[in-house]
């Protein structure tokens, strides 16, 4: 977290992809080298001045997009978005049309008894 101008309010900080993909090669070349896991995270997050939770859900999102474990990629959970949206666009058309039939349809009634 990094200090918001003396507010004493943390805020987060965005980091690019190319930061976010750097991170995670140096944790994968770390682990290579020392043979393990424990700790690799951590290392690299002091490195760096990142986050250690940061760090670690990158590389477990890398790893999700990588095809090393199950899970929902990055890809995949964008497509999600959209679609998500689409149908909430999708619902308010349809209200949109539904009132205006609706209108249209008494509007019609009502000149038609006349």
Avoid: C
Avoid at 47 to 72: C, N, P, T
């Amino acid at each position: 977290m990094v200090s918001n101008q003396g507010s004493g309010k943390p805020t987060a900080r965005r980091y690019s992809p190319e930061e976010k993909a750097a991170a995670v090669r140096m944790v994968r070349t770390l682990r290579a080298e020392l043979g393990t896991e424990h700790g690799t995270v951590h290392r690299v997050a002091t490195q760096l001045g990142y986050g250690v939770e940061s760090v670690r859900m990158w590389v477990k999102q890398a790893d999700v997009d990588d095809g090393h474990v199950a899970g929902v990629s990055t890809a995949e959970a964008r497509r999600m978005r959209e679609l998500e949206q689409e149908v909430r666009e999708l619902r308010r058309a349809n209200e949109i049309l539904k009132r205006a039939a609706s209108f249209l349809g008494a509007e019609l009634d009502r000149q038609h008894r006349k």
